[in-house]
Antibody, heavy 114, light 108 residues
């Protein structure tokens, strides 16, 4: 069974940092591009960042470019999102998902508050 | 960046009706790399369609996707009360893999 599990969420002060992880199992992780997508309270879904299957290419939403870094370790079947210079507006549930979106984790809640 | 625009913003329909949602990309989407999701507040997004046409696991055949190039459509036949949600399309052809802003479907 395909399984994606996010971890690393929590409460952080504005300007702080967090690292989200996503552990994958049940499918060929190294053959799949991956995304981070977030759902903010009262807002819709926002694609945050993506990485190709071999990690050679990455992309970011304008709202996080320069502050967030996506990476992956195919040997560990894991996806990461390093979040820095966090802002109140980054408060959201962050999901990892396959590139084509057919599998999603349950999400990690990030709260940025003073 | 390939900007994705959905229309209409909101629809209000009765059970049993047929609904057609539109998704337009500013640049051509190759390899049919277009997906549709159903999202209800507080829940994990549900994959409906990927590869423009392919229904995700467990999705009933009331949901169908079509289109090519820059214009794509999600059709829901025989609308049911549980179909009340926001529907998003996403191109995953070229980074950034952009979402549309969503279409809210309300059931009368």
């Amino acid at each position: 069974e395909v399984y994606l599990a996010e971890s690393g969420g929590g409460v952080v002060r504005p300007g702080g940092s967090l690292r989200l992880s996503c552990a994958a199992s049940g499918f060929k992780f190294d053959a799949n591009g991956m995304s981070w997508v977030r759902q903010t309270r009262g807002e819709g879904l926002e694609w945050v960042s993506g990485i190709t299957a071999n990690g050679d290419d990455t992309g970011y939403a304008d709202s996080v470019r320069g502050r967030f870094t996506i990476s992956r370790d195919n040997a560990k079947n894991s996806l990461y999102l390093q979040m820095s210079s966090l802002r109140v507006e980054d408060t959201a549930r962050h999901f990892c998902a396959t590139r084509r979106g057919d599998r999603w984790g349950q999400g990690a809640l990030v709260i940025v508050s003073s | 960046e390939n900007v994705v625009t959905q229309s209409p913003g909101t629809l209000s329909l009765s059970p049993g009706e047929r609904v057609t949602l539109s998704c337009r990309a500013s640049q051509s989407v190759s390899r049919n790399y277009l997906a549709w999701y159903q999202h209800k507040p507080g829940q994990t997004p549900r994959s409906l369609i990927y590869g423009t046409f392919i229904r995700a696991t467990g999705i009933p055949d009331r949901f169908s996707g079509s289109g090519s190039g820059t214009d794509f459509t999600l059709t829901i036949t025989r609308l049911e009360p549980e179909d009340s949600a926001i529907y998003y399309c996403q191109q995953y052809d070229t980074l950034p893999w952009t979402f549309g802003q969503g279409t809210k479907v309300e059931i009368k």
